[in-house]
Nanobody, 116 residues
């Protein structure tokens, strides 16, 4: 059974930091590119960051470059999103995604709220 379980979301003040984690099971994690998406109320889901299967290549949305860092630990089957200098516009549900060809798996999401 494929599972992606996100954790680490919560309420944080502007300028603060959070680290999201996503633990994978039920598929060969090391073969999959991993991505973090987010969806704010009334908006479409958007790609935030992506990392290649070996972890050698990362990409970021322009809105988070320099503030967010995606990483992975293939031994732990876990992908992370370190979020620094958070802004109110980062408020959203954050989703973990695993992709390989036609295979596409999603987590249940974790809420991140940036507010004073």
């Amino acid at each position: 059974q494929v599972q992606l379980v996100e954790s680490g979301g919560g309420l944080v003040q502007p300028g603060g930091s959070l680290r999201l984690s996503c633990v994978a099971s039920g598929f060969t994690f090391i073969r999959y590119a991993m991505r973090w998406y987010r969806q704010a109320p009334g908006k479409e889901r958007e790609l935030v960051a992506a990392i290649s299967s070996a972890g050698s290549t990362t990409t970021y949305a322009d809105s988070v470059k320099g503030r967010f860092t995606i990483s992975r630990d293939n031994a732990k089957k876990t992908v992370y999103l370190q979020m620094n200098s958070l802004k109110p516009e980062d408020t959203a549900v954050y989703y973990c995604n695993a992709g390989l060809g036609a295979y596409d798996y999603w987590g249940q999401g974790t809420q991140v709220t940036v507010s004073s």
